[in-house]
């Protein structure tokens, strides 16, 4: 009579919890990354509704994100990331900025982050 295997193998506990183990590893380094840029959105929508009914100038609109940057330890992106434009009766408040996250030696993760939102006058 022949035995027949009851479970897996060792070796085929490898093969399915090696890639399980690398994803979560690399969500592990990509969550703080996803929670500065929900913070930073944060800010900036709420620089906009601050300035839904108007009066925003460029040095206001700096002030008040400045702050929100500060209550809310937001390191990254820099100012100079951070573009400020006026155009058709309203401030355009734009965050572009690109962080990498370091996975394994010479390997990481690149993301690009690109938030609009938009001041009135």
């Not at 925003?56 to 609109?61: G, K, N, V, Y």
């Amino acid at each position: 009579m022949r035995n027949r295997q009851r479970g897996v193998t060792f070796i085929g506990w490898l093969l399915l919890l090696t890639p399980t183990a690398i994803v979560i590893y690399a969500g592990i380094r990509v969550t703080p990354i996803y929670l500065n840029y929900m913070k930073v959105a944060k800010a900036l929508n709420q620089v906009a509704t601050d300035y839904k009914t108007g009066g925003a100038t460029a040095q206001a609109i700096k002030i008040n994100l400045d702050r929100h940057f500060e209550i809310d330890m937001i390191n990254h992106p820099d100012w100079q990331d951070i573009k400020l434009k006026h155009e058709d009766g309203g401030w355009t408040v734009e965050a572009a900025y690109e962080e990498d996250a370091p996975l394994f030696q010479n390997m990481s993760l690149h993301f690009v982050f690109d938030k609009k939102v938009r001041a009135n006058d």
